[in-house]
């Protein structure tokens, strides 16, 4: 959903299992469906702003939900752009990134720069 429309919006990223959950007998498995995460048998389900799967880039999440503040920011509007959750949960996955796979960090630097650049030359 484009991030403009609510004052606040919460999207949630689904990542892999990692080895030690792989390796745990309690895992329970989640499963990214339209706006909702739900258990796969069905029992648990929560509805959000949006929802990023397993299967999800980083720069499909930073477009559709970050991005939209990232511009009105350079246009004067305050923005705030944060991830929350347990630890090994994947903030750091997604706020930073790698070289492979940037970051919403990065991704937002790079259009906010990019975005002074074209002021600059209008
Ligand atoms: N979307 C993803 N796809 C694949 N692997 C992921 C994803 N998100 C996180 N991971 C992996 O899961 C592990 C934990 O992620 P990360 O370090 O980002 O968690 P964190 O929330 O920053 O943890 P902490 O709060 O302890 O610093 C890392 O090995 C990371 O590479």
């Given amino acids: 959903m ?4 609510e004052t606040i ?9 990692i ?5 745990s007998c309690c895992k329970e498995e989640w499963l990214a469906e339209d ?8 029992t648990k389900r ?15 999440l930073y477009t559709q939900a970050v991005k939209p503040i990232v511009t009105s920011c350079m246009e004067g509007v305050s923005g705030t752009v944060f991830a929350y959750g347990q ?3 994947g903030k750091t996955h997604t706020m930073y ?26």
């Fill in 2 to 5: 484009d991030a403009k429309q």
């Fill in 9 to 17: 919006s919460v999207v949630v990223r689904l990542r892999p299992l």
């Fill in 19 to 23: 080895e030690r959950e792989l390796n």
């Fill in 35 to 42: 706006s909702t995460v739900r258990t796969a048998d069905g």
């Fill in 46 to 60: 929560f509805c959000f702003d949006g929802v990023y799967g397993k299967s999800h880039q980083t720069q499909a």
């Fill in 87 to 89: 630890t090994s949960s």
């Fill in 97 to 122: 990134g790698s070289v492979q796979d940037p970051g919403v960090i990065v991704l937002a630097l790079r259009d906010i720069f990019a975005l002074q650049v074209t002021r600059i030359h209008h």
